[in-house]
């Protein structure tokens, strides 16, 4: 699991264009795309690393964090 959290972290944080050097003082709350109630969400997962819940609340996480990705570069590619 704990991988898993790295994983969706790292990607959260591509998605918003932050480089990995900015990463430790960019604070989850100032990203503009995230899925809802991320913060809540996470540390959840964090707290409960063992739970089924957990495996599925991430799975959840990353699946939502991939449609907002594909949404910002479908909008990205339309205002060119």
């Known amino acids: 699991m704990q ?3 790295e994983l969706f972290t790292n990607f ?7 480089e990995e050097e ?11 795309i995230k899925p809802v109630n991320l913060e809540e969400r ?8 063992n739970l089924y819940h957990s495996f599925r609340q991430l799975s959840e996480l ?3 964090q991939e449609k907002l ?12």
């Open 3 to 5: 991988k898993g959290i």
């Open 12 to 18: 959260l944080y591509f998605t918003n264009d932050i």
């Open 22 to 32: 900015e990463r430790n003082t960019t604070p989850i709350p100032q990203l503009k």
């Open 42 to 49: 996470l540390s959840f997962i964090k707290s409960r690393p």
């Open 62 to 64: 990353m699946g939502e």
């Open 69 to 80: 990705f594909a949404k910002k570069l479908v909008l990205k590619k339309s205002s060119k």
